[in-house]
C-alpha cells in the first residue's frame, strides 16, 4: 500500500515522548525515500485539554506516542482519539517507560485504535527518562533506544511497501491483558511557588485535564491532575515543582533500588 503522509499524534508531558515520535517519523521517511516513497511528515501535540485533533486521510500512516502511566495509558488520550472519525488506516505504537514495564499499555492502545478502525501494524516500548521518579532512566532514550526506534521505522515502511491494505500488514499478537490493570495515579503533584509565578497562564493551556485554575494558576486541582509533569515543563518561570518533600525522596530512593537493572527498549 501506498503511504504519503506520516502523521503522529503525540501525548506527552516532560518531552521525551515527542522526540521519540519525531525521530520515528524522521526514520521512515528517509526509509521510504529510499524505497523510492517519499512521504510527508506531520506531527501534532494533543497533549494540552483543548487540542483539535485533526482529520487523517487517506493514504497516511498514524503514529500515536504515549508514555506509559502505571502500566496504562494516560486517561485524556482515549478521550482525544475519540474525537476521530472512523478511520482504516495503519497504526504505529511507540510506547515510552521509566524503565520499570509497560504492563497494560500496548493492549489498552490497540483497543482504543480499533475502536475507531485503526489497524495497528507495528510498535516498539522505549525506555525513557522517568518524568516523576527523576533519578530513574536518566539520559535516556539513548542511542541503544533510538536505534530500535529506527529499526521499527525500517521495517513499517518495507512491510507498509509489501501490503496490499492495513490488514495484511497487522500485527499478529499486542502484549497485555483485559482487564487492564488497576491505576489510581500518585500522590505526588505540582506545587507553585507564588513569589516566582508571574500569572502568565502557560501552564492552565498546557494541562491536559483543566487542573490548573485559569484565575489563579497557583492553584492546582489535585484531584483531577495527573501528575503528567508538562505544567513544570512549560513554565517560563520555573515557579512550579512536584510536591512531596520527603515523601517524594524516600519513594524516589525505593523505586531507583526497584528499578536499578537496565531495562530494553523493544519491538511488539
Known amino acids: ?51 483539535a485533533v485533526p482529520a487523517i486521510g487517506a493514504n497516511e500512516l498514524v503514529v500515536v506516542a504515549v508514555p506509559s502511566y502505571g502500566g496504562r495509558v494516560p486517561t485524556p488520550v482515549a478521550s482525544r482519539l ?43 516500548a522505549v525506555v525513557a527518562h522517568h518524568s516523576l521518579m527523576t533519578n530513574v532512566a536518566q539520559g535516556r532514550p539513548d542511542q541503544d533506544d533510538l536505534s530500535v526506534v529506527d529499526e521499527l ?31 489510581g495515579g500518585v ?15 502557560a501552564c492552565v493551556v498546557q494541562c491536559p485535564v483543566c487542573a490548573i485554575d485559569a484565575e489563579d494558576p497557583t492553584k492546582t486541582d489535585a484531584d483531577a491532575c495527573i501528575s503528567c509533569m508538562r505544567c513544570i515543563d512549560v513554565c517560563p518561570r520555573g515557579a512550579r515543582e512536584i510536591g512531596g518533600g520527603l515523601t517524594l525522596g524516600a519513594a524516589r530512593k525505593a523505586f531507583a533500588v526497584k528499578c536499578a537493572k537496565r531495562q530494553k527498549s523493544y519491538l511488539l
Open 153 to 183: 521505522a525500517r521495517h513499517a515502511s518495507s512491510k507498509l511497501a509489501h501490503a496490499a491494505c492495513a490488514r495484511d500488514a497487522r500485527l499478529g499478537s499486542v502484549p497485555g491483558g483485559r482487564p487492564y490493570r488497576e491505576f
Open 187 to 201: 500522590p505526588f503533584k505540582p506545587r507553585t511557588d507564588e513569589e516566582l509565578c508571574v500569572r502568565c497562564g
Open 1 to 51: 500500500m501506498e503511504i504519503k503522509r506520516v502523521h503522529a499524534l503525540v501525548f506527552s508531558g516532560a518531552g521525551t515522548t515527542t522526540a521519540v515520535a519525531r525521530r520515528f517519523c524522521e526514520s521512515f521517511a528517509k526509509a521510504s525515500n529510499q524505497l523510492g516513497m517519499p512521504v510527508e511528515v506531520e506531527v501534532d501535540d494533543i497533549t494540552p485539554a483543548a487540542s
Open 82 to 124: 475519540s474525537k476521530l472519525g472512523h478511520v482504516g488506516a495503519p497504526a504505529i505504537m511507540l510506547v515510552t517507560y521509566g524503565n520499570r514495564a509497560v504492563d497494560d499499555t500496548f493492549i489498552e492502545l490497540a483497543d482504543t485504535l480499533e475502536s475507531k478502525g485503526m489497524v495497528p501494524v507495528g510498535g516498539a
